[in-house]
């Protein structure tokens, strides 16, 4: 992975100092709140329902055992013990307090860690897929590129204070893990026919509460090209997105306003500026970041193992969570293990201390001392040999990390909600233990098989309900907590139906309704299911109305009146 | 009769960091959302004479209904700068470099990130004169700024010059190209290493 060199750590290092002596201005009333907001934000540092909320990066999803530990260390040392994983790559910490923050910032640049732009209106933490280096569908290693653009877009200068928050996505593979089309830039890497790495460069995507997916502005950008035409799209945004009205502010809506060709010549204007200067990317620079990103020393194994296969027939728990956690890589005779953090003891993405150091102990032991987090908010050992499978297996149970449930329904997404977030609409991690209660049985879930279920708290988006299978989306009605469904969002990643946004099924659901009406889903979804159809699949054969019928049929028609007047209402 | 904003001292990046006197009075027109009939607009707001203010900023709209006058203010000896809003783009000035003495950029809000792309775009034209950040300017955006190609700061009312002084040493390196070194870093120093390479530096 990438390691610092002395300009990047001089440069964390000063930005340390300056984030200390913001936060001494600030207690000082030198900087009012108004003024100190965006310092802190661009520091990652929220002011929540309860206590501040301080969002960690991790840069492109990527972790060493060292760096783990050291969030280990903080968040039990500030914190009380645990910390949540975001979509974004991101860790989360609950109940800092403000003057511990650069004291947390400056124990985390010891490991090459920081908070920089994880929050605030300029661009945030990019992010590719925990797959990235080890697919097997792998074009070309995202990662050298997305250190790139941390390097580029780290305090640049012109878009600190953009109209709203700005998020890039690369994947390298033919199948998308990132969801690019929901990120203001999305870029899949591509060979042309001389065997060239370039772009295809998406823009425009996002969740939140106008769902839209990005739309292609250039077909093939060769990678020497890719800062100053990142920046050509961003001096656009920055000029002509709007600003006087923050749910407008997004560049999904300015290209959506301007049409996507009208934008893409606005930028390719612009990069005529740019393009072939200076920022220009060369292959020694490039071949400094990729270095970083080799492949670890493998050792030369078989592709199967026989003690494996022995395991896996005499022991069902063992297999069931290596048919669910564990992932084919490129490396024969090697794995990627998903460490689940959906045990439903525990809200989805949570992760304690004493977890995260058995983590970093098992990539220490077992994969080279790396690992990534996942934006499903599960943390991914990328490089075990098949062979270590089972101690992996018993290590991870041993400390509530082996749930078998990667891509079931249990393993759902879900965003902190009311219980921290001061946005949030209604809760969401209650639904979700609601959820993973009623889904207990692993054999119902494992005939259930292929299904995301995603959880937000408002229409923010952050537990992206709209690309669930099945979403869920709180709402405040007359202020009480209610949740409205959604059916059919995917992020598939297949070339030509990458990303879907799901349908809204009908009027919204009070808490307690939520596990039964998700039940009655699933229970139609298996009474008409095909063969091999995935819930996806058969709701995409059969459309809204089976599942919509099933779900209102049930209730009583009292009930379904004022729910329906309720939305009607307040829609 | 129109504000005229007036700041005794200012700060210029260069050639060091270092607070200056400064005579420039920077006109703003007096809107009213309650009472239309009494804003002023660009056509009509009464000009201060070359003796009230020899040195005036005024809005670009000004500028542009009003460029025989100020011309002739010019031509008496007083001095001239425009000022760009939010919005205005700055190829507005392509033309009128030669006429101008200075060009302010406006933050009316520090949060609205716009000037610094139009003092980026103004340096690109080949304006190399004084752009100066006027409005809403505060320290913590100095470095900022400063690499977009703003090298004067009439910092905001009530804060502290000697205290803002301090914000240029904030950061030693950069990553991005920007203004002031359109050199990304990796083009200026050699990268990898654990020892800055202070040799190649720049």
Known sequence: MYRYDAYDHAILRQRVAQYRDQVRRWKSGELTDDEFRPLRLQNGLYIQRHAPMFRIAVPYGLLSSTQLRKLAEVARDYDRGYGHFTTRHNLQLNWPKVEDTPDILEKLADVEMHAIQTSGNCVRNVTTSHFAGIDPDEIADPRPYAELLREWSTFQPEFAFLPRKFKIAVSGSTRDRAVTLAHDIGLNIKKNAAGEIGFEVLVGGGLGRTPILAKVIEEFLPWQHLLTFVEAILRVYNSYGRRDNPYKARIKILVHALGAEQFRKEVLEEWANLKDGPSTVGAEELERIARHFTAPDYAALPASDARIEALKASNPAFARWVARNVHPHKQSGYAAVTISLKDPRQPPGDCTSEQMEAVAELADQFSFGELRVSHEQNLVLPDVPVSALPEVWEAAKAKGLSTPTVGLLTDLICCPGGDYCSLANAKSIPIAAAIQERFSNLDYLFDIGDLDLNISGCMNACGHHHVGHIGILGVDKNGEEWYQVTLGGHTDGVKGRETALGKVIGPSFSAAEVPEVVETLVRTYVAQRHDDERFLDTFERLGLAPFKEAVYAGRRPAALNTSAARESTHA | ?202
């Open chain 2, 1 to 202: 009769m129109p504000d005229l904003i007036r700041r005794p001292q200012i700060i210029r990046s260069a050639p060091a960091p270092a607070i200056v006197a400064d005579d420039f009075a920077r006109l703003v027109l007096t809107v009213s959302a309650d009472a239309p009939e009494t804003s002023e607009s660009a056509a009509t707001v009464v000009l201060p004479s070359v003796a009230d203010a020899p040195n005036l900023i005024v809005p670009l709209a000004v500028w542009q209904a009003r460029r025989d006058e100020l011309l002739a203010r010019n031509a008496e000896g007083g001095k001239l700068g425009v000022s760009l809003a939010p919005g205005e783009e700055a190829e507005a000035l392509a033309g009128d470099f030669a006429h101008l003495a200075l060009i302010a950029v406006e933050f009316p809000k520090f949060v609205d990130g716009r000037g610094y792309t139009s003092a980026t775009l103004l340096r690109r034209l080949g304006w190399s004169g004084e752009i100066r950040a006027v409005g809403d300017v505060l320290r913590d955006q100095f470095f900022l700024m400063r690499r977009c190609g703003i090298d004067a700061f009439a910092l905001k009312e009530g804060k502290d010059l000697n205290d803002a002084l301090k914000a240029f040493d904030d950061f030693s390196f950069t990553y991005a190209g920007a203004v002031d070194d359109p050199r990304p870093l990796f083009r200026r120093v050699h990268r990898g290493d654990a020892s800055l390479d202070t040799g190649k530096s720049s």
